[in-house]
């Protein structure tokens, strides 16, 4: 899995319901097949491969508007060249 979308999840996961945020972490957290999962929800392989292909647009779509990691990404690499102290408490709140 992209690295990255671990992150948007764990910035908007709470935006999916609980069967999305469900499909997404046996997926890619709990390294659950698409057919272990379907199975598990009594659902065709098809349809919790178009959930999760549908979570990945949605945290693309979100993070294209909301910016949010984006943001982090540019804090962080501003933050590479402060004082620890400094940045410590920046990263606190962050």
Same mark, same amino acid.
């Given at each position: ?23 997404? &972490? ?6 659950? &097949?698409?057919? %272990? ?26 993070? %294209? ?14 933050? %590479? ?6 940045? &410590?408490?920046? %990263?606190?709140?962050?």
């Amino acid at each position: 899995m992209d690295l990255k979308y671990s992150y948007l999840f764990d910035y908007y996961g709470e935006l999916f319901t609980d069967k999305q945020k469900e499909y997404f &972490t046996d997926y890619y957290f709990n390294n659950l &097949t698409l057919q %272990e999962i379907a199975d598990n929800n009594n659902v065709s392989r098809n349809a919790v491969h178009k959930n999760i292909k549908d979570i990945l647009a949605k945290l693309d779509y979100y993070e %294209e508007k909301l910016k949010l990691y984006s943001n982090k990404q540019k804090i962080e690499k501003l933050l %590479e060249n402060v004082d620890v102290d400094i940045k &410590t408490k920046i %990263e606190e709140l962050i």
